[in-house]
């Protein structure tokens, strides 16, 4: 069923209803008499829309600009994306430096999850005394949470109690971060309560664009966004910690997403995908991972997609240490080549080695981690596109691309968050290891990687200190669990790793080059926006506060 044009109903109202250059713009819908009345708008109008949209924001470069793009902040922090030197300009040169980490630094983050939160704020506030709405309302609730969730990660205190209040209120006040978190969580808590109210009249999530309207699905996933924001709260301490623990206990027994199937078919569709009906019919109406990062709908490559190239840093790792680094960051992975590699980029063959070929981030052609006796880089690879689906031509990609969605929240995510809370709450949760081996099976599947091959690399990383979790300290396990998580995620959802490398300061990451600060940012600023329409409320903030743990940070990354 293709639902292409009801993303189109919704843009007018999402104009209305939050403005990304203003934050007094998305408290306040002016309804234009030649408009519909927002009370006309079903949920089953907007949700698919909403929705969409938010994805675009976590996994695209949404209207061309990487401002407002999770999926390269993440990527290129996280030193896995790079640069072709070689042949252009270095379009990461603010992400490698740090010098204009400011109000302008991916600030179409926060107006873009503002914009279409309230939208979905308008599908939870719908008429529905009968109950014949809980569904779409329990996705609502469970979308925003999860995308609230980002808000406070990246940003900290955040206006939440008022910030969708529309003309109400224009000058929203700002939540005080810990606050905000219990809210999501009991946001979700509630998506739950009425997913198991069967009331008789509910109408089906007809236009669910991601579980297509299968409840239980939504349950696991709600299920799974507050075991993440928990985990996020594993270093705290005082009354937070003790809401953590009290909150863990309720997740005990509870269903998480997870593979489903029961057998090894590749094309794994139990994670959280989205897909309204993407087609190849526009640039418009494809996945936007692929628009972005791969090719138009025509079949020509994207800017994008000649740019990037693995960085030198995730090259080695996935290599096996091919350059013999004495680094401690790489001689774990001494010998042990990973064989999802040559599905997350190309294949390039260099002194005679097929290997991912990649750029130290900040080096110029010609200087050391960028040499000139072979220019031939390692671009995206196949699998991150089409997965397991063999494809011969752009346009197949695009066409399998298209077919199985764009992910919001993947299977080895939740599988590598099971396995840490089984570390850390082995009295609540259990089964480390397996969980940890289900994410690499489900990240082999993603990408449509060999199954005996990565077999092969679970049992030769299992004990080594730091990539498996066989052996070693219970820190290096933690390290283990994020190394993998640093793989799983790369090219799926670079931001979610960024934060969980604040969180942890796993997997040890070096710095670009360029770098002109010590270490990567706790969090970003505030958009100028804010500064301009509400401006007695906006935090002020020095970039000492940026790049050290305070008061400003996230309140789960002030320890």
Known sequence: ??????????????????????????????????????????????????????????????????????????????????TDVHNFGGIFGSEYTLGSVNSGFYSGIWGRIYLYAANLKLVED?????????????????????????????????????????????????????????ALIGELEAANALIDNNMPNKAAAATDPIFKGDMNKWKAFSNTIKLRMLLRMSNVTGEMATYRDQKLATLAGATFIKDTKTTDLLDITDNVLNNPGYSNGNNDKMNPFISSYRATSSGSSVQLYSNL????????????????????????????????????????TYNGVAQVKGIRQGANSGQPGAPT???????????????????????????????????????????LLQAEAALRYPA?????????????????????????????????????????????????????????KWLVLT??????????????????????????????????????????TNSLNVPNLTTSQVFTKNAATPFWNQN
């Open 1 to 82: 069923m293709k639902k292409i044009n009801k993303i189109k109903l919704i843009l007018p109202l999402a104009a209305l209803s939050l403005s990304v250059l203003s934050c007094s713009d998305y408290l306040d819908i002016n309804e234009s008499p030649n408009a519909g009345h927002i009370e006309s708008v079903t949920p089953a109008l907007v949700l698919p829309g909403a929705i969409n949209e938010l994805f675009m924001t976590e996994g695209s470069e949404p209207g061309g600009s990487r401002l407002s793009s999770m999926m390269t902040l993440g990527n290129v922090m996280m030193n896995s994306w790079a």
């Open 126 to 182: 719908y008429p529905n005394a009968d109950h014949s709405q809980d569904n779409y309302v329990a996705i609502a609730k469970v979308v925003k949470a999860f995308y609230m969730q980002y808000i406070v990660d990246l940003y900290g205190d955040a206006p939440y109690k008022e910030a969708f209040l529309r003309s109400a209120n224009t000058s929203p006040k700002y939540d005080d971060d810990k606050e905000i978190y219990k």
């Open 309 to 348: 190239t693995a960085s030198e840093h995730l090259a080695n790792c996935l290599n096996g240490n091919l350059m013999n680094s004495t680094e401690s960051y790489y001689t774990k992975f001494n010998g042990i080549v990973d064989p999802r590699r040559f599905r997350m980029f190309s294949s390039v």
């Open 373 to 415: 006796d072979n220019k031939t880089l390692s671009k995206l690879g196949t699998g991150n596109f089409a997965g397991s689906t063999a494809v011969t031509t752009v346009g197949q990609l695009i066409t399998a691309g298209n077919a199985r969605g764009g992910m919001v929240m993947s299977i080895a995510e939740s599988e």
């Open 428 to 484: 609540i949760f259990s089964g480390a290891e397996d969980h940890f081996n289900n994410a690499i099976d489900a990240s082999r599947k993603w990408l449509g990687a060999d199954k005996v091959a990565v077999d092969a690399y679970k049992v030769a990383i299992a004990s080594v200190p730091g990539l498996g979790l066989g052996a070693g300290t219970f820190n290096q396990k933690i390290e283990a669990i994020m190394t993998q």
């Open 491 to 532: 090219n799926v959802n670079g931001a979610e790793m960024f934060i969980e490398y604040n969180r942890t300061g796993y997997p040890i990451t070096p710095m670009a080059v360029t770098s002109t600060m010590p270490n990567r940012p706790y969090r970003l600023f505030y958009p100028s926006s804010e500064y301009a």
